[in-house]
């Protein structure tokens, strides 16, 4: 079984601020991770993933996320953040191509001027 | 960028009615989705198709619901009876074979 928690369902930054979404997860093989964002009224859209290889990956829009193991942990961070950021951001894990996926909670992100 | 197409984007039904929402997978694609977000909840997985069968369904996928690829094209999920419980975002996704999965922009469904 797997699972997911983003500790914070809501965060609030200021604009230029840096950005830290925490994920940790649970999954007895090694797993497949993932960032979806999901802007208001719209679908959920991938900024990030990990498969193998660098632990640390980059996404669109200026985010990154680092795979720890150690940690089972997979945070979500942009150095800066802007006004357009403010969404919510789900975390996911899955096992292998073609298997679901097991979402956490959310974070709604909240940018201030 | 190809892209995952659902209709309609918003559908009101009465409890007790049968409804079906329909998805356009990304046309390369192998594996489809459905996933549902319950207001102000997570995202739930409820249905993975491959090779024109059900390959996984979690608990929520019940008698009362089925997926269909009626053609080439379209990925459908029909609520046979619904319930207020059945409100939700309902989300299609598509992906190839990497891990990678498409999500559509979601059917918004009111069970009344």
């Known amino acids: 079984a797997q699972s997911v928690t983003q500790l914070g369902s809501h965060v609030s930054v200021s604009e230029g601020a840096l950005v830290l979404l925490r994920c940790n997860y649970s999954?007895?093989?090694?797993?497949?991770l993932f960032w979806y964002v999901q802007y208001p009224n719209q679908g959920l859209q991938l900024l990030l993933k990990?498969?193998?290889?660098?632990?640390l990956v980059k996404g669109i829009n200026g985010f990154e996320a680092e795979f720890k193991k150690s940690e089972t942990s997979f945070h979500l961070t942009k150095p800066s953040a802007h006004m357009s950021d403010a969404a919510e951001y789900f975390c996911?894990?899955?096992?292998?191509?073609?298997?679901?996926?097991?979402f956490g909670g959310g974070t709604r992100l909240m940018v201030k001027p | 960028e190809p892209e995952v197409t659902q209709t309609p984007s918003h559908q009101v039904t009465q409890m007790g009615q049968e409804v079906i929402l329909r998805c356009v997978p990304i046309s390369n694609h192998l594996y489809f989705y459905w996933y549902r977000q319950i207001l102000g909840q997570k995202v739930e997985f409820l249905v993975s198709f491959y090779n024109n069968e059900i390959s996984e369904k979690s608990e929520i996928f019940d008698d009362q619901f089925s997926v269909e690829r009626p053609d080439g094209s379209n990925f459908t999920l029909k609520i046979r009876s619904t319930k207020l419980e059945d409100s939700a975002m309902y989300f299609c996704?598509?992906?190839?074979?990497?891990?990678?999965?498409?999500f559509g922009q979601g059917t918004r469904l009111t069970v009344v």
């Open positions: 996704a598509s992906s190839d074979l990497g891990p990678k999965a498409f």
């Open positions: 999954s007895s093989v090694p797993p497949y």
């Open positions: 990990y498969t193998t290889g660098a632990t």
């Open positions: 996911a894990v899955s096992h292998n191509a073609g298997n679901m996926l097991t």
